[in-house]
Nanobody, 124 residues
Framework: QVQLVESGGGLVQAGDSLRLSCAAS????????MGWFRQAPGKEREFVAA????????NYADSVKGRFTISRDNAKNSVYLQVNSLKPEDTAVYYC?????????????????WGQGTQVTVSS
């Protein structure tokens, strides 16, 4: 069992940056692929970014390419999402997730463990 806890969200202005963190306990994250998803009010959860267990592969949603960067530190059992040039449409609860399959990392079904989320609110 893997427990995931996100942090780093907050209320920011358009153009600002945040660094979201996802800390794991229970098991080492080094064997898991990790993903970030987000859910805005009234909308379905959507894929943001993913990184393979080794860190050698990453995948991003088109809407965040060039602005968001996913990274991991297996020694710290943590995954990060650097979010830059934030826009009001980035407002959502951001979730991290851990999974064992790297086939379609943009699909939520490939992840077995989820955190509770951290709120990011971007004002215009």
């Amino acid at each position: 069992q893997v427990q995931l806890v996100e942090s780093g969200g907050g209320l920011v202005q358009a153009g600002d940056s945040l660094r979201l963190s996802c800390a794991a306990s229970g098991r080492t994250l080094s064997t898991y692929n990790m993903g970030w998803f987000r859910q805005a009010p009234g909308k379905e959860r959507e894929f943001v970014a993913a990184i393979s267990a080794s860190g050698g592969s990453t995948n991003y949603a088109d809407s965040v390419k060039g602005r968001f960067t996913i990274s991991r530190d297996n020694a710290k059992n943590s995954v990060y999402l650097q979010v830059n040039s934030l826009k009001p449409e980035d407002t959502a609860v951001y979730y991290c997730a851990a999974g064992s399959i790297w086939r379609r990392p943009f699909r939520s079904g490939e992840y077995d463990y989820w955190g509770q989320g951290t709120q990011v609110t971007v004002s215009s």
